[in-house]
């Protein structure tokens, strides 16, 4: 038996999984989650990280090591993301955290990111789908044929960016609605076998699609396991009609969700709406994996 610990460094949040692996399977004996908005400490104009934002990071990964430690991890596994990839310093920051730490961060490519999306959530029932992972810093777009990942793209539009670049707080019009849907679909443009994703399910990964797939539930007092979960291109239309002209606070009270939630909840439904408009996709199908179960499954097989 193996006890492996999974580090995930994303836009929004810091996560920890530690999982005992026996038998080609695992199990999940613990996990914590640190929300960060590593991008709020970026500079706009030189990228970087600033020392703040060092602070605050190296004491979450110090504390995530003391955990892996306390469990008696066999190994860490530490990735970064877009997180990671969009900041000048990273180099800095990774050298530190390795040299003081003993913990080595890995920065995935983006076709790596959605492969490892992808490896974690496959559906028994689909053959060809489209896989998404909506992140707070990218989105991870995959055309998926008889089951196999066969084209990928990053692009760097994800909830937290959406949100930070439109400057969307207290709730947003039917016109920045439109000019949001305009950005979006001028990225999506540019990826060349788009078409090929058009009408298709879609299988979707992250923390907003299952915030909004709870917010759902909870409308419509319907008990379900969130995994497997459907929803359709109407139901987000219909909640990003109802919540577009509340306040954070009122979002926090109707939907019963955090704040450090709440307040990308209307970016990511309307990145979410756009990319299911602009993809014609009949099913949204919510998956409760990422990257992290995906990098465990793949540990298992190399292993």
């Known amino acids: 038996m193996k006890t492996l610990g999974i580090i995930d460094i994303g836009s929004n949040s810091i996560k920890l999984i530690i999982v005992e692996i026996k038998n080609n399977s695992y199990s999940e004996i613990f996990h914590k989650k640190f929300q960060t908005r590593l991008s709020d400490f970026v500079g706009r104009e030189n990228k970087e990280l600033s020392s703040e934002g060092m602070k605050n990071f190296f004491g979450i990964i110090f504390t995530f090591k003391k955990f892996c430690d306390d469990f008696n991890c066999d190994e860490i596994i530490t990735v970064a993301t877009e997180s990671l990839r969009q900041i000048k310093n990273s180099t800095e920051i990774i050298n530190n955290i390795s040299n003081s730490l003993d913990v080595h961060i890995r920065i995935l490519s983006p076709s790596e990111e959605c492969y490892f999306g992808y490896v974690s959530s496959i559906p028994k029932d689909l053959k060809n789908y489209v896989h998404l992972d909506i992140g707070g810093g990218s989105v991870e777009i995959g ?141 949204i199908i919510i998956s409760k994996y990422t990257i992290r179960e995906g990098i465990i499954n793949n540990y298992i097989k190399n292993n």
């Open 143 to 283: 055309l998926v044929k008889n089951k196999i990942l066969v084209k990928c793209v990053s692009i760097p539009m994800g909830a937290l960016i959406i949100t930070n670049k439109f400057h969307i707080k207290d709730g947003i019009s039917n016109e920045e609605i439109c000019q949001i849907r305009e950005y979006i679909y001028d990225k999506l443009k540019n990826v060349l076998w788009i078409d090929e994703c058009k009408n298709l399910p879609t299988v979707i990964i992250g923390g907003s699609i299952k915030t909004i797939g709870r917010i759902h539930q909870r409308e419509y007092d319907i008990i379900s396991n969130i995994h497997g979960y459907e929803l359709s291109y109407n139901d987000i239309d219909v909640l990003l009609e109802k919540i577009s002209t509340m306040s954070l606070d009122e979002i926090v009270s109707t939907t019963g969700i955090s704040k450090s939630r709440g307040d990308i909840l209307l970016g990511a439904l309307v990145l979410i709406n756009s990319l299911i408009l602009y993809l014609q996709s009949p099913k």
